[in-house]
């Protein structure tokens, strides 16, 4: 039995992670559920998994969790210091960060300090402070199983592969909602518009995320760390029909692809099951239906955000944070419709230009970055028109 801390258990990875759970509740159970802000589906899910623990990052939502669950042999906890301190009880084996953004670093830094294996759906952890996850990880021998669709992909790909040199990884995109469109075009859409992606199911920001690429220079920042690759080593194509999550082309000129349906649940009981894998009623691709695979290069001039992130990348130090912090904002102000979605780009690359830079950030320089970026993003959304 893998006892699991599932963070964000409300949002979508969580949901998801809960039906791998219940499909298999004979090899995991929920040892400790979170949520920032859904006081009644954490409750729901508490009455329904029997956690040992769970905890409401928002403080004043304690009192009504507390009230929800006073039936229950449950215990209740409350902040963001909470957070952090349940992934490393000793009753939990494996912390499944799928929390959105920012929140999941600090969580993220305690579980591997206490030497819990991550499964890691959170990106932003390692595009925020990837150096230090991954210096940490060394140190204290922490497993980190990738449950992105793509990262999944390439970690499946290299399998068996021991020490075999990778010339270059191939992330694949599905190219989102927007695919195809003009500037023009997306200088006017709405947040209703963005949410509506074709392929995958995910929570709002992950969608707008994926909207403006953002997304994907996410995951291209988070393989470099996760695979030891050099930026020229990793490669964005679009790929509409979302079959493909992923390739790998090693020095010879071999290319490995990992394929499935478009369901997130396949990396999520892949990560939790490694390196067994087991049955499932998941959905199956018919390559009799599927008759096209198609490629194409991303327009970058029109989705600025890749190359935004490209250029974090390559700088280092804490200018991925900035990205990071600032794009939380544009996030939000679009979903606000405070912002128009091509204004997204605009501020977050004012704040990279502004920001001030550390070529060697410690935990509290990301944490002082993230704090005054995102003070300075929130100004600027104020002088955006709409």
Request: aromatic share 6%.
């Amino acid at each position: 039995m893998k006892r699991l801390a599932i963070l964000g258990s409300t949002g979508s990875i969580g949901t998801q992670t809960l039906q791998v759970i219940e499909a298999h509740p004979d090899l995991f159970c929920a040892e400790v559920l979170t949520a920032n802000r859904n006081v009644k589906l954490l409750a729901e899910q508490a009455i329904r998994f029997k956690p040992n623990m769970v905890v409401i990052a928002e403080e004043n939502k304690y009192a009504e969790l507390k009230e929800a669950l006073k039936a229950e042999d449950i215990k209740v906890y409350a902040g963001k210091e909470a957070l952090s301190q349940v992934v490393a009880a000793g009753t939990v084996d494996m912390v499944v960060t799928a929390t959105v953004g920012y929140s999941g670093l600090l969580p993220t830094v305690n579980a591997i300090q206490a030497g819990k294996v991550i499964a890691l759906a959170n990106k932003e952890t390692l595009v925020v402070a990837g150096e230090l996850i991954h210096t940490l990880a060394l140190r204290h021998k922490t497993p980190i199983l990738p449950v992105d669709s793509e990262h999944s992909a390439i970690f499946q790909c290299l399998a068996g592969e021991g020490n075999n040199p990778v010339e270059k990884i191939i992330l694949t995109a599905s190219g989102g909602p927007f695919r195809g469109k003009d500037y023009s075009y997306l200088q006017s859409v709405t947040p209703a518009a963005a949410l509506k992606h074709p392929n995958w199911n995910m929570g709002a920001k992950v969608t707008i995320d994926s909207a403006s690429l953002m997304n994907k220079g996410f995951e291209v920042i988070e393989a470099k760390w996760l695979f030891g690759l050099a930026p020229q080593q990793i490669e964005v194509v679009v790929h509409p029909q979302s079959i493909i999550h992923s390739m790998v082309e090693f020095a010879d000129g071999s290319i490995k692809a990992q394929l499935g349906v478009p369901d997130m649940r396949l990396p999520i009981q892949y990560a939790l099951t490694y390196p067994d894998r087991i049955q499932s009623d998941f959905g199956r691709v018919d390559f009799c239906s599927c008759r096209s695979l198609t490629f194409e290069e991303p327009d970058r001039q029109t989705f600025r955000n890749l190359n935004l992130a490209y250029r974090a990348m390559l700088k280092g130090g804490n200018m991925p944070c900035i990205l990071n912090a600032a794009n939380e904002v544009a996030v939000e102000a679009f979903l606000q419709e405070r912002i128009s979605f091509t204004a997204m780009s605009d501020l977050i690359e004012e704040c990279m230009d502004k920001g001030h830079f550390v070529a060697q950030p410690s935990l509290e320089d990301y944490i002082q970055t993230d704090r005054e970026i995102r003070q300075e993003a929130e100004e600027r959304v104020k002088v955006f028109k709409k």
